[in-house]
């Protein structure tokens, strides 16, 4: 058992609250505070930043007199209530479940992450002037939810734009990072954005923030699809019957929203792309869609997400006769798409489609059980066989890490810390740069990785060289601010008292 843990801030993460409480605490191993905190001794930990698993078990561990209960963390203090928003009730729970009690699965992957062609972003983010009032106010900062979430371009108390830290949550194994001068700057990030651009991503925030604090209803899809076709029948994009008029839908959906505001979202449209997302959006399938294209398109139907999740009833499509007479022959039918499978062996459902455009329909909607049977079914794609030649991406690779940390040696400003996150940043590389093929590059990586101890010494090094060019007193006291250790931490003082002495 714990004996304390820091104050927790409104729309704090979890991981932001161990982050402190390892700082308060002095520990220096990751794997030591996993085990105190959620009492597991094998690699699971908190697996993710964003949906961190054990929490029955981390409960547990508090102080008798906490009041902090899992479902707490999970409601106000982790991204569940963003990524499930738009999953139905029963998805949700498993994936609520699966966070209290660990499964040992990715559970990004259940909340519909992994496959999405929607991606967070690989760094924490935060806004510079609530970092800025933090350090005033409160001595100290921490990372919020809002600014995870994937759009959310601008702060919406001081319209800011977010900047990422250098905080990696994409990688599992990383170290619990405070937002602090090291991870963070209050430098504010140059806005090249039009006004219209700008005005449209604090509506989208607005949503999402409502989503994100305020709602804990579930939808199931199918309510949902119906809901957006009542929807744009209003909006005159659909008939009665809730047939899209597809062309004028996505003209209307193009028109409201910028091209490159639809780039930055990560949902441009090809309209010469038969399946683009926009086409098969609403359509009734069981196929994951992200959190932030329900916002978008909620935004284009000029609908507040309260209104979606209050809806009790919906209309969708329907049927307007339901008794109609096939107006061909139902034999000559069979005979021709018998005819224009045998002319094309081989051919898959969308191939024989495009061939028998009209008849393939008409089969599909008047005889889909014969069709279902006579019809070639999808063949399962052969997996691409490797063609990567690893020693010689090796060799690319490691000269790749010899000048990234070479460059970061020598940048200037404050140091940087040698660590595999910062190598791979200064690179560009995501986390295929740690692939167990690139053996040298690894290899290199963990002989140059700066331990903490040897990062405080250079950092303070460069501090003191610092104020002796700009003619600055060496005392402790200044040379701690400088630095940004701040504390009355005694091994620093010691350890920088000691490095003073080398200089006079």
């Known amino acids: 058992m714990i004996n304390f843990l820091p104050l927790i801030y409104q729309d704090e993460l979890l991981f932001s609250v161990i982050s402190r409480y390892k700082q308060m605490c002095g520990m220096e191993s990751k794997r030591a505070l996993e085990m105190d905190l959620f009492r597991i001794y094998k690699r699971m930990g908190r697996k993710s930043v964003l949906f961190p698993q054990n929490l029955r078990t981390f409960v547990s561990n508090l102080p008798p007199t906490s009041k902090l209960s899992s479902k707490e963390i999970i409601i106000n203090h982790t991204m569940y209530p963003f990524y499930t928003a738009f999953l139905s009730e029963k998805k949700s729970r498993l994936v609520f479940k699966s966070m209290e009690d660990g499964c040992g699965r990715n559970i990004e992957s259940m909340a519909g992450m992994a496959g999405s062609k929607v991606k967070s972003s690989n760094y924490l983010r935060y806004c510079p002037i609530c970092f800025k009032q933090d350090i005033e106010q409160l001595g100290e900062s921490y990372w919020r939810r809002l600014p995870q979430v994937p759009g959310a371009l601008y702060c919406p108390v001081h319209q800011v734009l977010y900047k990422e830290s250098n905080v990696v949550i ?20 140059t806005d090249n954005y039009p006004k219209d651009i700008k005005e449209t991503n604090l509506n989208y925030v607005e949503n999402a923030s409502y989503i994100l604090f305020h709602n804990q209803n579930r939808k199931d899809l199918s309510f949902i699809i119906a809901f957006y076709i009542d929807k744009l029948r209003e909006r005159g994009c659909a008939s009665h019957g809730g047939t899209l008029y597809i062309d004028r839908f996505i003209e209307d959906f193009l028109h409201h929203y910028p091209s490159k505001y639809l780039g930055l979202m990560q949902s441009s449209v090809d309209i010469d792309q038969e399946a683009n997302w926009l086409r098969l959006f609403v359509r ?9 294209r329900h916002l978008l398109f909620l935004q284009f139907l000029e609908v507040n997400a309260s209104e979606l999740f209050s809806a009790n009833t919906t209309i969708g499509k329907q049927t307007i006769n339901p008794n109609r007479i096939p107006l061909y022959d139902i034999k000559d039918r069979r005979k021709k798409w018998l005819k224009i499978i045998e002319d094309n062996p081989g051919a898959n459902r969308t191939e024989l489609k495009q061939v028998g455009k009209g008849l393939h329909t008409w089969i599909y909607v008047n005889d889909r059980e014969w069709y279902e049977e006579v019809t070639p079914s999808v063949k399962t794609r052969k997996k691409r066989s490797s063609d990567i030649d690893w020693e010689k991406r090796d060799e690319k690779c490691l000269e790749l890490a010899k000048n990234a940390v070479e460059t970061l040696l020598k940048e200037k400003g404050k140091p940087i810390r040698i660590i595999p996150s910062t190598i791979r940043r200064a690179i560009g590389a995501s986390r295929w740069f740690n692939h167990p093929k690139l053996v040298k590059t690894r290899q290199y990586i963990k002989d140059v990785t700066e331990d903490i101890e040897s990062y405080r010494v250079r950092k303070i090094k460069w501090a003191i060289e610092e104020m002796i060019k700009k003619g600055e007193k060496l005392t402790t006291y200044k040379i701690q601010l400088f630095v940004g250790f701040g504390g009355s931490n005694k091994e620093v003082k010691e350890q920088i008292n000691s490095i003073v ?4």
């Open 170 to 189: 994409t990688d599992s194994r990383n170290d619990f990072l405070c937002a602090d001068e090291d991870t963070c700057s209050a430098d504010l990030a």
């Open 284 to 292: 009734n399938n069981n196929k994951n869609r992200s959190p932030l």
């Open 501 to 504: 002495s080398n200089y006079e």
